[in-house]
């Protein structure tokens, strides 16, 4: 590994001192990092990556061609380049954390009604901590003797975002956390005195009234990505037989957007991952899949069932637009080069499953954070057409299980707080919470009861996720697992 110096320019180190820190594996020799508050970390990274990836995919003099091209495809370099990313961030992450001052920190009034300091300092930010009203005072008059330790990042938004510390008073043998998980809620309240004139008697017989007139004002704070997408349980499994096909379309090119669905897929390869032990090169991960390559990779995968000759477990995820035929009511998934006009462009649904049943496997499992009625999360599709559409019910065949967003003529809607598709979001949860070992009925149980339910209280509007099964898994569908 190369090793290189790495200065530390920052604006809130004091009195202008520069640390040198070292790194292995962080850049070319040669390079300077000067980190910063404004630097662009995602730049920085990109191009660290490219151009590590450029030493590594070079054949070595006294290297093979047959083991060299078992060494460099299109998938282990994308494996090497998503392993060089996050061990950059990492060190840079590491690197931010030692950096920081926390002596500059400075505390704002006490909010004694929500029982909470507002901390500022020049690089995290603001920060709301609770501290109980008993210890408020001491807290305040120790300010400058506190110790700061445990400070966790998570890297959102191209920055490095606080999402949980720990303040010690010393002193007083006490406590205090700041954490991301916790709403807190700080205000700061300026008081409006406006009473009626008053008369006072003074030598010169004067009358004074005093008015402030001024603002109050309620922040609160929120840093980083929801849990589901930090707190990923990791299993020592191994699910060398299961394969994962995983398709994310957000930024279309003839249609509106669907937000959050790239975020969507990506997490969802972390839970196949970590938590449910399949390969790296079990999962084929598309962002913003095109009409060919969506169709290059159903062919990869259907090609999968047929070399294990009935041995694979398959697990299709997709989150984007769904679009119907508006005269024979036919689903399909829209590629981001498609049109909702034109069902030419997109993959049909009975196309699809038919392929994913031409050969045999000991399981199917199809997740469509989609909607199929002309909706969209975020308006209609098709321009014009201003009515939604009930699609046809797909006639299953094979061993599969479809489970889907939405039912008939209802929208996916997303759920903007979490930065995911509502739907997701549950199916993310119920893997979280049960480490990824669920079986099929308690999964569907639990996504479409609380999308159901928080559809109704985020939205105001409906979406009751649906399950369809063929009729070969009728009886067994429900303790079945997604991954074998």
């Given amino acids: 590994m190369k090793k290189i110096t790495i200065f530390l320019a920052l604006s809130f180190i004091i009195c202008g001192n520069i640390k040198a820190q070292h790194a292995e594996g962080i850049s070319q020799p040669g390079n300077v990092i000067i980190l910063s508050p404004n630097m662009d970390f995602s730049k920085y990274v990109k191009q660290y990556v490219e151009d590590e990836i450029a030493i590594w995919q070079q054949k070595n003099e006294f290297e093979k061609t047959e083991t060299y091209q078992a060494r460099v495809n299109e998938y282990s370099r994308q494996a090497k380049a998503d392993d060089l990313a996050s061990n950059a961030l990492n060190k840079l992450m590491q690197l931010y954390a030692k950096s920081i001052n926390w ?48 400070a966790e990042f998570v890297f959102a938004n191209n920055k490095f975002n606080l999402i949980k510390l720990e303040i010690s008073d ?159 009511k036919d689903a399909y998934l829209l590629p981001v080069d498609g049109s909702s006009e034109i069902t030419q462009t997109a993959v049909k649904l009975d196309w699809l499953f038919a392929e994913l049943i031409k050969y045999p496997t000991r399981q199917v499992t199809v997740l469509m954070d989609a909607c199929f009625s002309g909706a969209a999360r975020d308006g209609m599709l098709a321009k014009g057409r201003g009515v939604e559409i009930k699609p046809k019910e797909n006639i299953l065949k094979g061993n599969i299980v479809v489970l889907s967003a939405a039912s008939g003529e209802q929208t996916a809607y997303p759920y903007i707080d979490k930065g995911h598709g509502l739907f997701t979001y549950y199916l993310l949860k119920n893997l979280q919470e049960t480490r990824g070992n669920v079986d099929l009925g308690s999964l569907s149980d639990y996504i479409i009861k609380n999308v159901t339910q928080k559809s109704v209280v985020k939205n105001n509007k409906s979406q009751t996720p649906i399950i369809n099964v063929s009729n070969d898994v009728q009886n067994k569908w429900r303790s079945l697992k997604l991954a074998y």
Avoid at 301 to 315: F, H, K, N, P, S
């Fill in 103 to 150: 002596k500059q920190c400075s505390l704002e009034k006490y909010d004694a009604d929500n029982e909470t300091y507002l901390l500022s300092h020049p690089s995290i930010g603001k920060i709301a901590v609770p501290v109980d009203i008993s210890s408020a005072p001491a807290f305040m008059q120790n300010f400058d003797k506190l110790s700061y330790s445990g």
């Fill in 170 to 328: 010393n002193l007083n043998n006490k406590s205090f956390c700041f954490s991301n998980k916790q709403k807190v809620t700080y205000v700061a309240q300026n008081i409006e005195y406006n009473f009626s004139d008053i008369d006072v008697e003074v030598p010169q017989n004067v009358k004074n009234n005093y008015l402030n007139n001024s603002t109050i004002e309620e922040q609160n704070l929120s840093v980083g990505s929801d849990s589901v997408d930090t707190d990923i349980p990791i299993n020592n499994i191994s699910n060398l037989n299961t394969f994962a096909l995983i398709i994310g379309n957000e930024k279309y090119t003839n249609e509106i957007n669907v937000p959050y669905a790239i975020n969507d897929a990506a997490i969802f390869k972390k839970y196949m991952v970590k938590s449910l032990g399949l390969p790296e090169d079990n999962i084929h991960l598309l962002k913003n899949a095109t009409l060919g390559q969506m169709l290059g990779e159903l062919k990869w995968i259907t090609d999968v069932a047929r070399v294990y000759q009935g041995e694979a477990t398959l697990i299709i995820y997709y989150a984007g637009h769904g679009v119907p035929d508006e005269t024979t």
